[in-house]
Nanobody
Framework: QVQLVESGGGLVQPGGSLTVSCAAS????????MDWYRQPPGKQRELVASITSGGRTNYADSVKGRFSISRDNAKKMVYLQMNSLKPEDTAVYYC????????WGQGTQVTVSS
């Protein structure tokens, strides 16, 4: 069974930066694309960023130019670097295999507030 463990969330002021991490217990991790999602309070989960097995990235319009997804295949880790954070980025952040919307981890809370 795949385990996804997100970490690194916290409270940050508007305009600040934060990096969240995802540890994936995936055999052949390097062969999978990976996604970052977020779920703001009272709203549906939404796709934020994706990275293919080859390292190609894609971003939601709302975070383009501010967020950066990366991966370390040796460590089976995926990262989401978030810059110029806004209050509307407040959410629980989750990672998952690309295109998979089940088997979620516990997520990590990111709160952007002064």
């Amino acid at each position: 069974q795949v385990q996804l463990v997100e970490s690194g969330g916290g409270l940050v002021q508007p305009g600040g930066s934060l990096t969240v991490s995802c540890a994936a217990s995936l055999t052949l991790f390097a062969a999978y694309g990976m996604d970052w999602y977020r779920q703001p309070p009272g709203k549906q989960r939404e796709l934020v960023a994706s990275i293919t097995s080859g390292g190609r990235t894609n971003y939601a319009d709302s975070v383009k130019g501010r967020f950066s997804i990366s991966r370390d295949n040796a460590k089976k880790m995926v990262y989401l670097q978030m810059n110029s954070l806004k209050p509307e980025d407040t959410a629980v952040y989750y990672c998952n295999r690309a295109g998979i919307t089940s088997g979620w981890g516990q997520g990590t809370q990111v709160t952007v507030s002064s």
